[in-house]
């Protein structure tokens, strides 16, 4: 089944004004996922390099980090992001009532560092899973996702320990194309952490390459 939050509205006025899930008809709060605004302007300072061949992924700055004591998000590890993205907790995302909205899979989405302010139309995504392998996390994250293809896994290294990558592509059926994504896993004594890069096509996932380097590569314990 695909998850809602996941998914991109195919309408600008909802990409440019933001998403806040709608209510269950009580008072109780419902977990908040923002979009971001169309871009406006690119940053032009170094950054960590992506990956080779993504030649549309714009220089950023290191902004403030995430998932340490103090910041928006309490994590099992902690990251840089870049400039201007802003980070903040999910509300409510083990309330079984929301499950559809806040998990993937495995996973329960934790966090979300907004890219709209920096002028992307995206997010990382912070999610946690039980104890066990990065790679098993993983592959039950993306196998729980629709119209998955060109799925590739490779193992890498970080100061939060082993880390787990994949890169795949999902085809949207209502916009009738299909754009990259990917995510890294790390597995660490409080649990699994997957961090996801979304974006709303190809051409803006590489755009934010940057900052999801920069989260990989300043991955620590807290």
Known sequence: ???????????????????????????????????????????TTASPAADAGDADAAPIKAGASVGGPGTPCALPVSFGTAEKWTPKAIENPDDPEFAVLTRQGPATVRCEVDAKPAGH???LRVWTADKGPARAALEGFVKAEE?????????????????????YTVYNKVMEESKEERAFAVATPKGTVIV?????????????????ELAKSTLKAP
Do not use: F, W
């Open 1 to 43: 089944m695909r998850h809602p939050i996941r998914t991109l509205a195919p309408i600008a006025a909802t990409l440019a004004a933001g998403l806040l899930l709608a209510g269950c008809g009580d008072d109780k709060p419902v977990p908040e996922v923002t979009q971001g605004a169309r871009p406006t302007a690119a940053p």
């Open 121 to 123: 139309v995206g997010y």
């Open 147 to 167: 119209n998955t293809s060109k799925v590739t896994y490779k193992e890498s290294g970080s100061g939060a320990g082993p880390v787990t990558e994949v890169t």
């Open 196 to 212: 996801h890069l979304g974006g709303l096509d190809t051409a803006e996932h590489r755009a934010m390459l940057p900052a999801y």
